[in-house]
């Protein structure tokens, strides 16, 4: 499976994003689809993810109930929505697909190329 990312760029403190990520290729309904992130300097750090039936799995820590994962399997698409930005989200952020419902990214195979998020104060 083939991954893009889009829909990052510069925001605000306090504004929202809407980032997705199509993939292509076949069987992506069967694919775990998850969001990490990597700020410079920091190791890459789990954000979201979300099963074939639509169960996630969240970062409670990096998260705290202002990001939400979703998917549209007829788009092929994953879908992360930001809100209430802060300047600590600044960072690239890249979705990969496993078979695995997980928050390490060593059981993601599969990875997009990543799409900059940069938050300002």
């Known amino acids: 499976v083939q991954l893009q990312a889009s829909g990052g760029g510069l925001v605000q403190a306090g504004g929202s994003l809407r980032l997705s990520c199509e993939a292509s290729g076949r069987s992506f309904s069967y694919y775990v689809m998850g969001w990490f992130r990597q700020a410079p300097g920091k190791e890459c750090e789990f954000v979201a993810a979300v099963d074939s039936g639509g169960v996630n799995l969240d970062n409670v820590d990096s998260a705290k109930g202002r990001f939400a994962i979703s998917r549209d399997n007829i788009k092929n698409t994953v879908y992360l929505q930001m809100n209430s930005l802060k300047t600590e989200d600044t960072a690239v952020y890249y979705c990969?697909?496993?078979?695995?419902?997980?928050?390490?990214?060593?059981?993601?195979?599969?990875w997009g190329q990543g799409t900059q998020v940069t938050v300002s104060s």
């Open positions: 990969a697909a496993s078979g695995t419902l997980s928050g390490s990214s060593r059981l993601y195979p599969y």
